[in-house]
């Protein structure tokens, strides 16, 4: 190292000022090198503070979209179990409401109050042959005038 050997010629290494010169160079060698560590060491501080940071924030993401999921998952289950609440009541309840309902409306029927239901079957009257035609038809006569 050409710094170092310039150094030493400088002087006597046996003389105690010499020693004391090349240990203070020595210290504030270490001072500076203590210095620019601990500069180093405030900087990977940083750099830890924003990488974490970084990484809440990333987990904070995740993790709003895991919950928007979750929510669109439990919204769907309450409104299947809705459906189901209502398909179990009609299966447990809805007999005996039909029942209920027929019963009554038995019982209108049998004071009056209700009436019969209109007939969705219409049967034709049949025409019965009067006297006074002259050529009555019938079904069996083959020939129609």
Known sequence: MPGIDKFFQGGDPDDIRFQLHVIKHLSESVRQLAAGMAE????QVG???RLAVLEANRFAEEIAVIDRKVDALMRDKDRRDGAMGILDWLRVWGPVVFSFLAA???FGRSLGITPAPPATVVIPQRETPTPHRENPV???????R
């Open 47 to 49: 750099m830890l503070e």
């Open 40 to 43: 180093m060491q405030k900087t």
């Open 104 to 106: 009554v409306w038995l």
């Open 138 to 144: 019938t079904p069996n006569s083959g020939s129609m």
